[in-house]
């Protein structure tokens, strides 16, 4: 069984990444088998496990929460063409080259991005982002600024003692 998640950048892009054993611990820490150094990220995050061919993630009690499908799980089963968010990442589970339109998918999910770049900076006319819905003034998240420009938080995230993250960041090397 060859399992992948495969991350979906702003840019209509993907990297996919192989799960390198059955227990894989995704977090902010370094002793992680991901590693996903963003603030945003818990220290253990969520945990994948492959047992008799079924992909599980639990979520470890983050901060944040892990997203299967844009729905907050604790543990749930993971299957082809799964979305995986955790903080502001993006995966789709790849379960043998399942689904193997990833240039369609990684297309989609940047257009269904600048779509809902664009529906957020309406703003009334004092500058202010209102809901279009309620017609009140929106919250601003510091979360939802670290979606903005993946590439750019890759780059330069601010991440404490893990240091900054290159551009040729793979969260599986040690």
């Known amino acids: 069984m060859e399992i992948k998640l495969v991350l979906l950048k702003n840019d209509g892009s993907y990297r996919p990444f192989e ?12 002793c992680c088998d991901l590693q996903i150094p ?3 990220v818990s220290r253990r ?13 639990r979520d470890l009690g983050s901060r944040n929460g892990t997203l299967v499908n844009n729905q907050e799980i604790r543990k749930t089963e993971l299957g082809p063409g799964d979305t995986l968010q ?9 379960v043998n080259n399942q689904p ?8 989609k999910y940047a257009k269904s991005l600048k779509a809902a770049s ?25 979360a939802n600024a ?6 750019a938080i890759l780059e330069q995230a601010e991440l404490g003692d893990s240091g ?4 040729d960041f793979d969260p599986f090397e040690k």
């Open 19 to 30: 799960l390198p054993s059955e227990v894989t611990v995704v977090g902010r820490r370094k």
């Open 38 to 40: 963003l603030r945003s």
């Open 45 to 57: 995050h969520c945990q994948l496990n492959i047992d008799d061919g079924v992909l599980e993630v």
């Open 86 to 94: 955790i903080g502001p990442l993006t995966f789709i589970c790849q």
């Open 100 to 107: 193997e339109n990833l240039i369609e998918i990684a297309e």
């Open 118 to 142: 664009a529906a957020e900076k309406q703003h009334d006319t004092f500058g202010v982002a209102v809901d279009q819905t309620s017609k009140q003034p929106k919250e601003t998240e510091t």
């Open 146 to 151: 670290e979606t903005d420009d993946l590439d």
């Open 164 to 167: 900054g993250m290159p551009e």
